[in-house]
């Protein structure tokens, strides 16, 4: 047990040289993991961050990069994922790449979709922003002890759901003073007391849940 611990340990070590080099090879690209997705093995993420980085490498040196990229590639961000995944721009801007993906193939979509990618990373950072505000607001007018989501939860969805919240602050009344909610996907009640309701929760469900588990 302790081995297998200071095993992992190890690896852990390794994880920001190996995003490094990475970023490295791609001009100071910020290297990060997909927003609002489970994690990966680490072993395994390292493996995909070295086997991405050796095909950059070797296509630098054959082909370089296209003069359209700018010497500093540090305001966009990239995430490494399983062998077999797609090849994606994130809704939250985020060049998101299998590591099988050929070299080639990744610098010509990079190219394609930089615009894109600035325009979606200001959006989140921007719904980001409002998600704060609008969750300092709840807090404050319902008298919440608490207010989380789940890590699915993007931002614009806490928004829309919080708006709601504040809506019908009237119909929720003193109910909530001092509760623990919880933004989630679906209703329930916690064995600690926490409230989860889905971020497109009606009056009436809500409703509902509270009589059901009260």
Request: proline letters at 5%; one cysteine or more.
């Amino acid at each position: 047990m302790i081995q297998s611990v200071e095993q992992f340990d190890d690896l852990l070590r390794q994880i920001p040289k190996a995003e490094r080099a990475l970023s490295e090879v791609l001009r100071g690209i910020l290297v990060d993991h997909r927003k609002f997705q489970p994690t990966i093995m680490v072993q395994k993420y390292i493996q995909q961050l070295g086997k991405l980085t050796s095909a950059l490498y070797k296509h630098r040196w054959v082909h370089s990069y296209p003069e359209q990229w700018p010497r500093r590639m540090d305001t966009y961000q990239i995430v490494v994922e399983c062998e077999a995944g797609p090849l994606m721009l994130s809704p939250t801007g985020q060049f998101i790449v299998p590591a099988s993906c050929p070299a080639f193939v990744l610098v010509d979509f990079i190219s394609k979709n930089m615009e894109a990618a600035n325009h979606r990373l200001q959006m989140y950072n921007t719904m980001k922003n409002e998600e704060q505000v609008i969750h300092d607001k709840c807090m404050s007018r319902l008298g919440l002890s608490a207010l989380e989501k789940d890590d699915n939860i993007t931002p614009d969805l806490m928004v829309k759901c919080c708006q709601q919240i504040l809506q019908y602050s009237t119909f929720c009344g003193s109910n909530l003073r001092g509760l623990r909610l919880r933004i989630s996907h679906y209703y329930s009640v916690l064995q600690d007391g926490e409230m989860c309701i889905p971020w497109d929760w009606t009056s009436r469900s809500w409703e509902e849940t509270k009589q059901a588990t009260s």
